[in-house]
């Protein structure tokens, strides 16, 4: 072998070798843009989770307080607040 056919193999190795670095890099910044905007939108819907769970939470405390007054009225009244004859569920 020559010098010249070992440069141009060389040359040519050393091409594609950046060529497949060049390639390697491109995938990797598109995955990390994917990976970040899914971690946004993980963000974004945990957020939208922890305020519905919140106003779960607020409204449950309403209507406690409204059915503990209720039951507390029916005491004060004289009135059972546990019916004798229930109704049962239909489900």
Do not use: F
Request: glycine share 4%.
């Amino acid at each position: 072998m020559d010098a010249g056919l070992i440069t141009a193999i060389v040359g040519g190795l050393s091409a594609l070798g950046y060529a497949a670095k060049y390639i390697i890099d491109r995938i990797d910044r598109k995955r990390e843009k994917r990976e970040a905007a899914v971690e946004e939108l993980l963000r974004t819907q945990a957020t939208k989770a922890e305020a519905l769970a919140a106003a779960v939470e607020r409204r449950y405390a309403r209507l406690h307080a409204t059915a503990t007054k209720w039951r507390e009225q029916l005491i004060t009244n004289h009135i059972d607040p546990i019916p004798a004859d229930w109704p049962e569920d239909d489900a």
